[in-house]
């Protein structure tokens, strides 16, 4: 029972104790005196009150006065209300203390999940782990509940999962970091997935971040690949949304060199943002990673130059139009208007795509499948380091670079059996398979080494744009703590030596049948 019920219950008490002390005085006062009472004093009145209320009533004492009946009346009906009470009480400390503890002892054996925000994330969210956990122990902590005391029962053997999906970025991170450091001094195995869009890079490796704006901007380019006609795309939005799906379109659509992909941004609110938090990728009117490809940032609005959608008239098919923004009206505004005003005929898309609550599931929450490819890929790395690293203990910046290369799988089984028009959209293990083949036919065929070298030179474009994306630069030496790295150069530049680890990320296409491929 949380402060604020207690507070109520004790003032609900105080407040029946006072009517019953007045209605006892009364009584005392009209029955004692009376004739043919039975009644004679204080004791008289009390004992017949207490065996009313209890509801013994063994008839030995009874009002005469009519004033004496009503009291004794109020008795009996109080007697009901306190039977209520007591049994209430009862079953309150039975389901509130004395079931969650035995539920808990009872469960001690399995992982504990605990879920805590707004009804229907966490609705959505226990239906996905149900399916991948069905014999673990979902929490969901009524407000007021300390979590810390479930933590504290945990044990060290399971495993404890704490969801933190509460729309309150801020506080999600406070409680994450509260949590971690209260099952660390209890040594309890915690992974504690937190939804927010802040805090990569400086939270511990064990509190996971779940932001939906960056998994519906992968999951929109995945779907929605790029045809081989497209080479304009035009992002009409505001907000973080916006922002978002242009940085997973530079990450994604990483095709062939000199691909010469054109990024049109009417996002006049955060256009100033975006280029400042990516300075070495946006320094200069081409980004500088050999692809040919180009961010334009229009300071006015997408409606004030009739002439740039005529441009876009001329060839509607090669170019796209995404509409981003918060509101699903004002994108279908702005492409009724574009239709009507501008004639615009080309392909429009409407982003996001997914219901927010799709992705509450283990497969994005806890990242495991994307987790899964990026360390297979490590250990394909590590075959040739001279100095080997475990997964655990490479850097967050590290770990991130190899589940960018595990996300850009689909986009090399697409270059690998020539998907121009952009129809596969999940990388099924069958597919997998067919590039798979095509990969090792091609690295084994010497009449074949110049489209080879075009793939090595892609995934080099590709570990390039992420760390520009990243703000790395290029340096003589290697410098992880300034960002600085002596690969950052032109892929002809590289020694026959690092254009071979290039094909590392290929292989892992051999290792699908063992992972789950779709991140």
């Not at 004093?41 to 009946?69: C, E, H, K, M």
């Not at 992974?191 to 939906?212: M, N, W």
């Not at 992968?218 to 795309?233: H, M, S, V």
């Amino acid at each position: 029972m949380n402060k604020k019920n207690l507070r109520g219950a004790l003032a609900f008490a105080a407040a029946v104790l006072l009517v019953y002390f007045l209605l006892l005085v009364l009584l005392v006062l009209t029955e004692t005196g009376s004739p043919g009472s039975a009644i004679k004093g204080f004791g008289d009145a009390l004992w017949y009150s207490l065996i009313t209320l209890t509801t013994v009533g063994y008839g030995d004492l009874y009002p005469v006065t009519n004033a004496g009946r009503l009291i004794g009346s109020a008795f009996s009906l109080m007697s009901l209300g306190l039977t209520a009470f007591l049994t209430g009480a009862v079953v309150s400390v039975l389901m509130g203390r004395l079931f969650p503890s035995l539920r808990l002892l009872v469960h001690s054996g399995k992982p504990w999940i605990i879920l805590t925000g707004e009804e229907e994330e966490v609705l959505a969210a226990e239906g996905g782990l149900r399916k991948k956990m069905p014999d673990a122990l979902i929490l969901t902590p009524e407000e007021g509940q300390d979590i810390r005391a479930v933590i504290q029962k945990r044990g060290r053997s399971e495993r404890l999962f704490i969801f933190l999906l509460g729309s309150n970025a801020g506080k999600n991170i406070k409680d994450a970091l509260e949590y971690h450091e209260e099952a660390g001094k209890l040594f309890v195995p915690a992974t504690v997935c937190c939804r927010s869009p802040y805090g990569q890079g400086i939270l511990p490796k064990e509190i996971l971040l779940f932001d939906e704006e960056s998994i519906t901007g992968r999951l929109f380019w995945q779907k929605n690949g790029l045809t081989a006609q497209e080479k304009r795309i035009i992002l009409i939005g505001s907000g973080r949304r916006a922002d978002t799906l242009l940085e997973q379109g530079l990450l994604y659509n990483v095709i062939s060199p000199g691909q010469a992909l054109t990024y049109d941004v009417f996002n006049r609110k955060d256009n100033g943002s975006f280029v400042k938090n990516h300075y070495a990728l946006l320094d200069g009117a081409f980004i500088p990673d050999e692809s040919g490809d180009r961010v334009v940032f229009h300071e006015e609005a997408w409606n004030d130059d009739p002439r740039f959608w005529e441009g876009v008239s001329a060839d509607p098919s090669a170019c796209r139009i995404i509409l981003c923004f918060e509101n699903d009206d004002d994108s279908l505004s702005v492409m009724t208007e574009l239709k009507r005003q501008f004639n615009v005929s080309c392909r429009f898309f409407l982003h996001p795509e997914e219901n927010s609550c799709d992705l509450f599931t283990p497969e994005y929450m806890l990242q495991d499948e994307i987790n899964s490819l990026a360390r297979a890929l490590h250990q394909i790395y590590q075959k040739d380091a001279s100095v080997k690293t475990s997964w655990e203990d490479l850097d967050d910046f590290r770990q991130r670079s190899n589940m960018a290369a595990a996300d850009h799988l689909l986009m090399k089984i697409r270059i690998l059996l020539d998907d121009k028009d952009a129809s596969f959209t999940e990388p099924d293990p069958a597919l997998c398979e067919r590039a798979f083949e095509k990969w090792k036919e091609l690295s084994g065929n010497p009449e074949k080494k110049e489209l080879l070298t075009d793939l090595l030179h892609t995934e080099h474009i590709r570990w390039m744009r992420f760390h520009l994306m990243n703000n790395w630069q290029y340096a003589p030496e290697r410098d992880n703590a300034k960002r600085k790295h002596p690969l950052l150069v032109p892929f002809r530049e590289l020694s026959e030596e690092e254009k071979a680890k290039d094909a590392n990320s290929y292989e892992l296409l051999g290792l699908i049948p063992a992972y789950r491929c779709c991140p």
